[in-house]
């Protein structure tokens, strides 16, 4: 009998394992990334949109850690902040 014919079944077995063992650490990743990609979308927007109201929010190493961090509630708490300390 052939070897690999043996050797398939394990081959796919293991790679199912694998499959299975990284299957949640990328879907958490991907979950940050999607994350990150609204936080910083929603900075842009309150930047764009807030401009005629002289709401803007300066788009900074500072800015882009908070909106990663903390989400869109911390682009909303950047954009209350510049309301209220009007800086």
Not at 73 to 87: C, E
């Amino acid at each position: 009998m052939n070897d690999w014919a043996l050797l398939t079944p394990v081959i796919g077995i293991v790679g199912l394992m694998l499959f299975l063992l990284l299957l949640r650490p990328l879907s958490a990743l991907m979950r940050w990334l999607l994350r990150a990609a609204l936080s910083l979308l929603g900075l842009a927007a309150v930047s764009l949109f807030g401009s005629p109201f002289g709401l803007t929010v300066g788009i900074n190493a500072v800015t882009v850690a908070t909106a990663l961090v903390l989400g869109i509630p911390g682009v909303t708490a950047l954009a209350v902040s510049r309301l209220i300390l009007n800086l």
